[in-house]
């Protein structure tokens, strides 16, 4: 499955290390929705980590979309937040 | 839903929706391959402008280190002429100068990594269009209208995706180096009004006051010495021979100039 690291680029990930990218997942929402940063930077960053470590990097001049977009690594919650919701910060 | 799910709908919708306001599957291609050659020409200013902040912090840190080095030598001299109220005020201002650097240097840590994710978001960018306009020629060649359509919402949505990850890692560059920027143009001002120079160009008082005291000593330790000469007091502590301190000829004092001017005045 193709996974993409907003700002590092896309990754292959294999089905069988979907099941711990999808609980770091799971985690990273409950921080959001928690509204705590120190937990959503931790949280985040465990997930980044863990999709880095089991992906492997896609050719640059690959043009398939993204099953899965995860947020850069320096964002912030209240980023996150705005992505998420319905107006989104992806320029058109 | 997940964050990750709800995040790559987000993108996909948005694809979706430029492919939906085009009405001839060759117009989406060659309007996309237009937007995707004006997005490398952004990302590429959008690398040019990080680099021009980043050299502009660079030459600050350079001109506050230059001033904490000369603060420290004054530290120092003041000391050997044994003015250590001179001594501490130039180790105040030089404390003073070390969190605006430390503020600076971390800025400049996070300039250059922003610099770097830039220039390889750019070559990520220029490899996806590259492939793109391949394919589009393929397409155009090859496929019929119907089976082209396909094929172009394909190579749509990926190169939309790349494109709209860039155009925010733009975005957020742009924002944080406006921010650094308003910071560099405080620190500019403060060192062209001379707040921060006040103590190293023309107005040095504490270099004033170590030139007013050249003659000071060199007098002072001649006194000392005839006196212990004339076994009066103890001989003197030797000053180090490269302090100006040690050059009293080197320095026209007021006292000296005084001296000059004195009518009847010994000449």
Redo the contacts between chains.
């Keep these: 499955m193709i996974v993409r690291i907003m700002g590092e680029g896309q990754l292959d990930i294999a089905p069988g290390d979907l099941t711990a990218l999808n609980k770091l997942d799971d985690e990273l929402e409950a921080a959001i929705d928690s509204g705590d940063e120190t937990r959503f930077r931790t949280a985040l960053h465990d997930l980044l980590d863990n999709a880095r470590k089991v992906g492997r990097v896609l050719p640059e001049d690959s043009l398939e979309p993204s099953e899965l977009i995860l947020p850069p690594a320096d964002a912030a919650m209240d980023e996150v937040r705005k992505m998420l919701g319905d107006e989104g910060l992806i320029p058109d | 839903m997940?964050?990750?799910?709800?995040?790559?709908m987000?993108?996909?919708s948005?694809?979706n929706?430029?492919l939906d306001r085009m009405e001839d599957p060759r117009e989406t291609l060659d309007y996309s391959y237009q937007r995707q050659l004006e997005m490398l020409q952004k990302v590429r200013r959008g690398v040019a402008d990080v680099a021009t902040s980043r050299k502009r912090l660079e030459l600050q840190i350079n001109q506050l280190e230059q001033q904490q080095n000369k603060l420290t030598d004054q530290g120092k001299k003041a000391l050997q002429v044994g003015r250590e109220d001179l001594a501490r005020e130039a180790l105040t201002r030089r404390s003073g100068l070390d969190s605006q650097l430390g503020d600076l240097r971390a800025q400049y840590q996070q300039l250059q990594g922003e610099e770097e994710?830039l220039t390889?978001?750019s070559?990520?960018l220029q490899?996806?269009v590259?492939?793109?306009r391949t394919?589009k020629e393929t397409i155009k060649a090859t496929y019929t209208a119907a089976e082209a359509q396909t094929k172009i919402n394909?190579?749509f949505?990926?190169?939309s995706?790349e494109m709209?990850?860039v155009?925010?890692?733009i975005?957020?560059a742009e924002e944080k180096t406006e921010n650094m920027k308003a910071r560099a143009g405080a620190i500019d001002e403060l060192l062209a009004s001379g707040a921060l120079e006040d103590f190293s160009g023309p107005k040095d008082d504490i270099q004033a006051e170590l030139d007013r005291m050249g003659s000071g000593p060199g007098v002072d330790l001649e006194l000392e010495r005839l006196k212990a000469e004339l076994g009066q007091g103890p001989a003197p502590k030797e000053l180090d021979p490269g302090s100006p301190a040690a050059k009293p000829q080197d320095v026209d004092t007021p006292q000296q100039a005084q001296w000059q001017q004195k009518p009847g005045g010994a000449q």
């Design positions: 997940s964050v990750m799910k709800r995040m790559s987000i993108f996909k948005k694809a929706r430029a994710k390889l978001a070559q990520r490899a996806k590259d492939s793109f394919r394909e190579a949505t990926g190169i995706e709209g990850d155009g925010l890692a975005q957020r």
